[in-house]
């Protein structure tokens, strides 16, 4: 079994948003300051951390023998929800939202809830000094997500984790993975390849953009596991990206999204603290990813992107990799989580297209 040090995790006390009167900025308001240049060439951008981490120590045992993992079976028959937060450590918005679930108790009239604290060793090493710096421990857990690197002896202290939290994945008949971003921008879901998803995220409608996307070169994520992506199955996934990881409002979007997912599911208790923050009541918008940039030697912009922007033309320049240029494929191209992780192999950006809504 996996150490769970929390020697360093958070502060005392609940979450920081709970009762608050949060707005999300629009995607341009806020910007940061470009405090230092790392080995690779793009210069990174420091952005505040608004909020202490929360202290999750007291949800360490849990009630299902997996550290940091807590199920809850409704007498009546129904899906099983799982909620996943801190799949990457310094995202500490999904911890907010599962710590505002456990900390009010919050049981489901039907069928299974299932909440997880994921990379608690990672959590563990969060500072708000240095936030970038808890990502993972050796590896990233959300590139994982296959049999054959979910197999013991673990590899990794990262796959060791994804080894214990396996069962409930696969077990569940929904996931929503709460994340966040790198950039301060709008609130968005990943949805994956499959129709299926597509249309749980039109039904949930938990943010107004949604992105279907087939992931990462580097290692599929926890929501592209087993039955999430196959095609005959009827397991779904979902992963949400909350706004920037350190805004206090991704905190209050995780816990809303959480909410409406168990209303929607019909899994809501009678009451529950109501979230700070409207979601819309359908997506407005869904994009198709046409074309993610996985980057060969080293990448710098040559646009300031932050995400959510429209490129007009196609052959458009955004960046280069090793000197080569980066272009967008088509006219009316979207900008879609740039990043400020730019070594090789990594994900620089992924651009696509508007759709049709569904």
């Given at each position: 079994m996996v150490e769970h040090d929390?020697?360093?995790?958070?502060?005392?006390?609940s979450s920081p948003f709970a009762r608050s009167n949060i707005h999300?900025?629009?995607?341009?308001?806020?910007r940061g300051i470009v405090t230092e240049t790392r080995a690779q060439s793009q210069a990174a951008i420091e952005y505040p951390v608004e909020f202490p981490a929360p202290d999750i120590a007291r949800y360490r045992d849990g009630n299902t023998g997996v550290p940091f993992v807590h199920s809850f079976e409704a007498p009546r028959p129904g899906p099983h929800l799982l909620i996943t937060a801190l799949v990457h450590g310094n995202e500490p918005a999904g911890a907010v939202a599962l710590d505002r679930l456990l900390s009010q108790g919050l049981r489901p009239p039907r069928g299974r809830l299932t909440l997880a604290f994921a990379n608690i060793a990672a959590y563990a090493r969060f500072d708000p000094a240095s936030p970038r710096a808890n990502r993972w421990v050796e590896e990233d857990m959300n590139r994982i997500w296959s049999p054959d690197i979910l197999v013991a002896p673990a590899r990794s202290a990262d796959v060791a984790r994804a080894i214990e939290l396996r069962p409930f994945v696969e077990q569940a008949d929904y996931l929503l993975d709460l994340h966040s971003m790198q950039h301060p921008t709008e609130p968005l879901l990943l949805a994956g390849p499959l129709p299926r998803s597509r249309e749980l995220a039109r039904t949930m409608a938990l943010v107004d953009l949604v992105v279907v996307d087939r992931g990462h070169a580097q290692g599929p994520r926890m929501r592209d596991y087993g039955g999430f992506a196959d095609p005959q199955a009827t397991k779904t996934a979902l992963l949400i990206e909350c706004g920037q990881h350190w805004a206090a409002s991704s905190g209050e979007v995780a816990y809303a999204a959480a909410i409406r997912?168990?209303?929607r599911l019909e899994m809501a208790p009678a009451a529950f603290d109501a979230p700070t923050v409207a979601l819309p009541e359908v997506p407005s918008r869904f994009v198709e990813i046409t074309m993610p940039v996985t980057i060969k030697r080293d990448f710098v912009f040559a646009l300031p992107l932050r995400g959510g922007?429209?490129?007009p033309r196609a052959?458009?320049?955004?960046?280069?990799?090793g000197g080569d240029p980066v272009v967008t494929p088509h006219d009316d191209c979207f900008v879609l989580m740039p990043s400020q992780r730019l070594t090789a192999g990594l994900t620089a950006v992924r651009l696509g297209r508007l759709l049709p809504n569904p």
């Open positions: 929390l020697a360093k995790v958070g502060v005392e006390g999300q900025s629009p995607p341009t308001a806020v997912m168990l209303e922007e429209i490129i052959g458009t320049v955004i960046g280069h990799d």
